[in-house]
């Protein structure tokens, strides 16, 4: 293994066509300048350097090593750079992770301004679940991970993490057009039955397994329901074209309703449901980056700083909410905002 300190004096040599010249520009003895170049040859196993009158040249191997070492001088002195940056800049990769709502609502206008301020930021980010999502940062495939929790089943967030909250939204009741229950101001999730019922009720939600379709499940059977989910989609647009058709009712928090279809009714449900979104880290691998990133998604220009150590004590932070709508008015058209 060649010496960098080494490599960098066979190169001075080069540059300045002399030991003593070399030594001059990197501050360092004639004499600790020769016997770098000693222990390099040693190293390369081959003659580096002959005389030539009363100073020296580089042989032919001398020069492919210079060649090759002046690369590799390149390579460490980025890195130097970008190490010392680090407390100036943002910069490097950042693997984000979250729901797909939470993506699709948060993440591109945070990221689009995070990439304004520090554009030697690479980000990368996929869509998935909770129940995969936080085991991949616990791991460290991820660097940070929007995750939701519902009120009706709170999530439970390993140690060694950091949050802070994004959104505290309603869920409410998605119906038909013409839906019976359609001009109640509120509904009591008692009262929707199974498939069977007065009402009969057919559900649709996310897939088995997921967050939402394990909360929705534990929020009508605490009502006494046990829900006829025929429809499992990942998707809640998918999910409101069924309710507009006539074939579903479903539960959706407030970022769900910006993709419904016109006519689609929504009504706060008895007792209330919310929905959390929070970014969630490792409190060890906080980064510059992880924390500008917290910071764009809470529309601040500078990056979060956290005051606390985990998930169950004084790390937990928490955005302002979302202002949440006491109506049921009608939701815009889809692909409005």
């Not at 960098?8 to 030991?19: F, K």
């Not at 939701?148 to 998605?174: H, I, K, Q």
């Not at 985990?310 to 109506?327: E, K, W, Y």
């Amino acid at each position: 293994m060649f010496s960098i300190e080494r490599l960098r004096a066979l190169v001075a040599v080069q540059t300045h066509g002399s030991i003593a010249s070399a030594a001059r520009a990197l501050h360092v003895t004639p004499s600790g300048m020769s016997q770098q170049l000693t222990k390099l040859e040693r190293e390369a196993g081959q003659r580096l350097l002959e005389p030539q009158g009363r100073s020296v040249r580089l042989t032919h191997a001398g020069r492919v090593l210079a060649g090759h070492a002046s690369r590799v001088l390149e390579q460490v002195n980025a890195a130097q750079t970008d190490l010392a940056a680090l407390d100036r800049q943002i910069l490097g990769p950042l693997r984000l992770g979250g729901v797909g709502s939470a993506v699709r609502s948060l993440l591109p206008g945070a990221l689009s301004d995070l990439l304004a301020r520090h554009p030697r930021l690479a980000p990368t980010l996929r869509d998935g679940e909770v129940v995969s999502l936080l085991p991949d940062l616990l791991r460290g495939d991820l660097d940070l991970v929007l995750a939701e929790s519902w009120s009706s089943r709170p999530v439970a967030l390993p140690a060694g993490v950091r949050t802070a909250d994004l959104v505290d939204e309603r869920v409410y009741l998605a119906l038909p057009p013409e839906h019976p229950l359609g001009g109640r101001d509120s509904v009591d999730l008692a009262e929707l039955g199974d498939g069977d019922g007065a009402n009969g009720v057919l559900w649709a939600s996310c897939p088995e397994g997921t967050e939402p379709y394990e909360a929705i499940l534990q929020a009508l059977r605490s009502r006494g329901v046990e829900p006829d989910i025929r429809y499992t989609l990942a998707e809640i647009p998918s999910q409101l074209e069924l309710v507009a058709a006539g074939l579903a009712v479903a539960l959706v928090p407030d970022l769900g309703r910006r993709t419904a279809p016109v006519g689609v009714r929504f009504l706060p449900t008895d007792p209330p449901l919310s929905r959390v979104i929070r970014a969630v880290w490792r409190s060890d691998t906080e980064t510059p980056a992880v924390r500008a990133c917290v910071g764009a998604l809470l529309g601040t220009d500078t990056p979060f700083e956290p005051s606390g150590t985990s998930s169950d004590g004084p790390g937990r932070h928490h955005a302002v909410p979302t202002a949440q709508p006491d109506s049921i008015d009608e939701p815009e058209p889809r692909g409005t905002q």
